[in-house]
């Protein structure tokens, strides 16, 4: 079964290779990408995927290929051609090609791919038993708020989790716990839940948001503030949130078993729920 390819305008499946060897995207990682989720062939969430691709695309000064109605458009026909009904699509924009040079030009065309997957996401059984962590020292660079595709030191983290019998890491700078390599993290001490405050440090992640908007309808004190990994002893429970994993429950960090408490599962339904109410709407 082929994917359904979308590149600069046209369809197409996945067994067309169609980047040119002198975009930038390749040769210099200089793109932003995002990635969103459908159900019964109804993207989730698709307005707050806009949103965080074209801040993205503002702070690395790439020109925005497409208005929010036309982005819908696009990513629906690239669903209603897709053959599976649950699944991702991914959307990269990068500057554009041209003849190798570190300086580029301000009249470049960008070069805009996107494509569907099949994606499995985590059923039941996996929501409640959760994940492991291990814990890693944070290279990435300087601006993580901005989805880029420059991802390698995400890839070597991810890396020594599957080699640690873990899924994800949890990043750690100067003894700041910063978030996973392709999730945010939550700490939850005394019915509280903390989490990263929105910088330059980490990725303003879109399923992250909607669990603070649902916490806090639901009355659930948050505390936005850097986590010290000397607290991470004292949580009462952890769980990480992303597009791919939802809100996922985090059975241990490094060689500590983690508790299963009563905040985590609510937020798994709340969220459900509201991905539910988005599809139907």
Known sequence: MNDVLYINGRFSTTDERVIGVEDRGFQFGDAVYEVFKFVGKRPVFLSDHYRRMERG?????????????AFAAIMGELIARTA??????YIQVSRGE???AHFYRDDLQPTVVAYSRAVTFP?????????????????????????????????????????????????????IVREGASASFFGVRGGVAITHPLDEHILPGVVRDRVLQLAGAAGI??????????????????????TSMGVMPV??????????????????????EEEARDVSS
Do not use: Y
């Open 57 to 69: 695309l503002r702070e690395i000064e790439i020109h925005s290929p497409w208005g929010e109605a």
């Open 123 to 175: 059923d039941a059984a996996k929501k409640e038993r959760g994940i492991r962590l291990v814990t890693t020292a944070d290279l990435r660079w300087k601006h993580c708020d901005v989805k880029s595709v420059n991802l390698l030191a995400n890839v070597l983290a991810k890396k020594k989790a599957r080699r640690a019998g873990a899924e994800e890491v949890l990043l750690v700078d100067g003894g």
């Open 221 to 242: 004190p948050v505390e936005e503030r850097p986590l010290h990994e000397s607290e991470l002893f004292d949580v009462d429970e952890a769980f990480i949130t992303s």
């Open 84 to 89: 599976f009904d649950v699944g991702i699509v």
């Open 98 to 100: 041209a003849e190798r």
């Open 251 to 272: 059975s241990a960090i490094d060689e500590r078993t983690m508790r299963r408490g009563p905040l985590t599962p609510l937020l798994q339904r709340l969220l459900d």
